[in-house]
């Protein structure tokens, strides 16, 4: 399909792991979000990608996230040393550029830290 | 900053009743507003969205009005379906130059709706 892909859709980790999370974004478009939705908090913004670049890391919950994007695709997602709270869904979106656009969806990425 | 309240779920309704669903605003600025929709098993899709001021974002049935006075922006639906069980998020985008355009959300309001 032409749609957000993540990869994979569950992960299950021990306290103290790394993870790194997948986004293919629909083809040609620049902008990339990555957002977390954790129980009863709703869903928090991460970092967006323009291209390769992230202008935006303002979400990301500490030093132990940081993310990357290639080729202006594929954008992955690394948390060192997962803690418990750390479990959560965590999705990404992709756009074109411009104040109108609609960001789409992937399905997510269940992660949970044991 | 900017952040968007809205009511607590889960609502259960039986099929056919009116369903209004509230979302309140603060932002810094003059946000767009979304309702987005995650139905069971499925991602985040856009429902409605309404760009300023005393726009109606509408589609399946569902509208909501962009409200500046009392920053609201809440669903509503005339007569629901089971197939309209999800979980409905409320969001607004603030645009930044250069900043993209991350979206704020609700906490998000499950439906359940029974025959």
């Known amino acids: 399909g032409a749609g957000v892909s993540q990869s994979p859709s569950n992960k299950v980790t021990e306290k103290g792991k790394d993870v790194e999370l997948r986004c293919d974004p629909i083809?040609?478009?620049?902008?990339l979000y990555w957002y977390r939705q954790s129980l009863g908090q709703g869903l928090e913004f991460l970092i967006y990608?323009?291209?390769?670049?992230?202008?935006?890391k303002s979400g990301l919950p500490s030093d132990r996230f940081s993310a990357e994007r290639t080729g202006g695709s594929v954008s992955t997602l690394t948390i060192q040393r997962t803690q418990q709270e750390d479990s959560a869904v965590y999705l990404c979106?992709?756009?074109?550029?411009?104040?109108?656009?609609?960001?789409?969806f992937g399905p997510g990425t269940r992660l949970t830290v044991l | 900053g900017n952040s968007v309240t809205q009511m607590e779920g889960p609502v259960t309704l039986s099929e056919e009743a009116f369903l209004t669903i509230n979302c309140t605003y603060t932002?810094?600025?003059?946000?767009?507003l979304f309702w987005y929709v995650q139905y069971p098993g499925e991602g985040l899709q856009l429902l409605l969205k309404a760009t300023k001021a005393d726009d109606k974002g509408s589609n399946k049935g569902f509208e909501a009005t962009y409200r500046k006075e009392t920053t609201s922006f809440h669903l509503e639906k005339g007569s629901v379906q089971v197939s309209d069980s999800a979980v409905y998020f409320c969001a607004l985008r603030v645009g930044v130059t250069g900043g993209g355009n991350k979206l704020t959300f609700g906490t998000g309001t499950q439906l359940k709706v029974e025959l």
């Open positions: 979106a992709s756009s074109h550029l411009g104040p109108g656009a609609e960001q789409f």
């Open positions: 083809s040609g478009h620049t902008a």
């Open positions: 932002a810094t600025g003059y946000p767009s």
């Open positions: 990608f323009q291209g390769n670049s992230a202008p935006d």
